[in-house]
Every structure is written in C-alpha cells, then in structure tokens.
C-alpha cells in the first residue's frame, strides 16, 4: 500500500510538471529607455509617456494590435496601450516588459505633453522602431523622442 501510494504521487507530480511545461511561453525582458529633452517647455518627472505599437506575431510583416504580452502588459496605438515609462532622472524615462521570443515589436513613444503643446501631436517622427524576433533580454540604446511637425 505504501509503495502504489508513493507511485500514484510521484506520477501526479510528473503529470503537473508536464501540464505546466507545456504551457511556459518563451519570453524575453525588452528595456526602453526615452531622453525627452527634445519636447518643448520643461518635462516633469510626472509627465504622461506611452509606448504604443503592434506585434508581428506570424512574421508575414503585418503588424496587429492591441496585443497582450506574456507579462499581462498590452500595446496598441491608442491609450489602451499599458506601456508607460517611469522617469529615471531628468530628461530620461524607461520601460520594461516581457514579451515572446517569436514576435516582432514595432512601436513608438507618445507623449501628452508634446501633444499639448502648439503644433505638435504627441507623436514621434517616423520611422517607427522595430525590435526583432530573439531569444535574448535587449536593452535597446537610448532612444531621443523626435517630434513630428
């Protein structure tokens, strides 16, 4: 009795591991970091930045949204985007998430207030940057937030 016990344990164990092994998504941690000194007038360290964008999820080149990522956080071109950069010092703003190994990223950062000012939307300057599908964490360089206008 002791023995059919044990077994009937360790293979409801393996069973479990086998149910949540196969539902694991790869991912990886993607960094962006925003210098705003750019945008007109003084950005303060409470002022509003998005990451808005779309996913390539099957890579024929079409990007979709909204997307959710493997970490709960969504994108889309609208403010249902989730992404919002933090300020980490002066004119710098970072953001991270998680998201699929097998996807690409396209995006740009909104800010509120540029799209307060006169003349201006709240856009950033195409073209609009792409993260490729990978394996690795990225920490993408510093990006510089280029106004339209």
Not at 10 to 16: A, H, I, S
């Amino acid at each position: 009795m002791h023995t059919s016990t044990t077994i009937r344990r360790g293979l409801l164990l393996t069973l479990l591991m086998l149910v949540f092994a196969g539902s694991a998504v790869a991912q990886r941690t993607v960094t962006l970091t925003l210098n705003a000194a750019s945008i007109p007038d003084t950005i303060k360290t409470d002022s509003f930045f998005e990451v808005r964008g779309a996913v390539d999820t099957d890579g024929d080149g079409s990007f979709e949204s909204p997307h959710t990522f493997t970490d709960g956080n969504v994108i889309d071109w609208n403010d249902s985007s989730t992404l919002e950069p933090v300020n980490i010092g002066g004119d710098y703003w970072q953001v991270q998430f998680q998201m699929a190994t097998d996807v690409d990223l396209q995006f740009k950062f909104f800010s509120q207030q540029a799209e307060d000012a006169d003349g201006f939307n709240g856009w950033e300057a195409d073209p609009n940057p792409i993260i490729e599908a990978g394996s690795d964490d990225i920490v993408m360089p510093v990006h510089f937030f280029e106004e339209q206008g």
